[in-house]
T-cell receptor, first 115, second 113 residues
Framework: KAGVTQTPRYLIKTRGQQVTLSCSPI?????VSWYQQTPGQGLQFLFE???????NKGNFPGRFSGRQFSNSRSEMNVSTLELGDSALYLC??????????????FGQGTRLTVV | QKEVEQNSGPLSVPEGAIASLNCTYS??????FFWYRQYSGKSPELIMF????GDKEDGRFTAQLNKASQYVSLLIRDSQPSDSATYLC?????????????FGTGTRLLVSP
């Protein structure tokens, strides 16, 4: 069974540019969550999508947005990049119908560097 | 008070010993609890998942949950140098209808040969 796939693995962008990251969840999983990991702040929740609907959003500015497609694949977009957006962006896939089925599995992540 | 607290370590143990990692959480509505292992430069890897009070064993790993004390722990028996990594505790509250993991800052484990 294939795991969570994130593309691209590495990105270097310039301040002010925008970037789109992609996540393909485990087959059958309908929930996709995005997290940002930095050395100073650790892992922080960005947002979660389920059946193409954003169900919750973390405390990040509106420059961070996302969407989910009918096949559960998700994209995350960051506009007007700032140096502080440099981080490892992680996508997690789960099938959270009940609490005993709520394991979340992470992809390899996308390492974004803003210069 | 942080939502999920872990001692940052490093926790140093000799090879073959038992490593004990601890985590406390503040939200009594939390329903499921996770331990992830993260090697430097890699993404978190799910090791254990527990949602009922008590112990759950999987190979060399045992997760312990005490909801009354809001405490989760991970025991690693027969620790190996390959277990050296950062261990992240995460909690999830599902009754609000969405999946959101809140992470601790992680405990760095060093297993010496």
């Amino acid at each position: 069974k294939a795991g969570v796939t994130q593309t691209p693995r590495y990105l270097i962008k310039t301040r002010g540019q925008q970037v789109t990251l992609s996540c393909s969840p485990i087959s059958g999983h309908r929930s996709v969550s995005w997290y940002q990991q930095t050395p100073g702040q650790g892992l922080q929740f960005l947002f979660e999508y389920f059946s193409e609907t954003q169900r919750n959003k973390g405390n990040f500015p509106g420059r961070f947005s996302g969407r989910q497609f009918s096949n559960s694949r998700s994209e995350m977009n960051v506009s007007t990049l700032e140096l502080g957006d440099s981080a490892l962006y992680l996508c997690a896939s789960s099938f959270p119908w009940t609490v005993d089925e709520s394991e979340a599995f992470f992809g390899q992540g996308t390492r974004l560097t803003v210069v | 008070q942080k939502e999920v607290e872990q001692n940052s370590g490093p926790l140093s143990v000799p090879e073959g010993a038992i490593a004990s990692l601890n985590c406390t959480y503040s939200d009594r509505g939390s329903q499921s609890f996770f331990w992830y292992r993260q090697y430097s430069g890699k993404s978190p890897e799910l090791i254990m998942f527990i949602y009922s009070n008590g112990d759950k064993e999987d190979g060399r790993f045992t997760a312990q949950l005490n909801k009354a004390s809001q405490y989760v722990s991970l025991l690693i028996r027969d620790s190996q140098p390959s277990d050296s990594a950062t261990y992240l505790c995460a909690v999830n509250r599902m009754n609000t209808g969405f999946q959101k993991l809140v992470f601790g800052t992680g405990t760095r484990l060093l297993v010496s040969p």
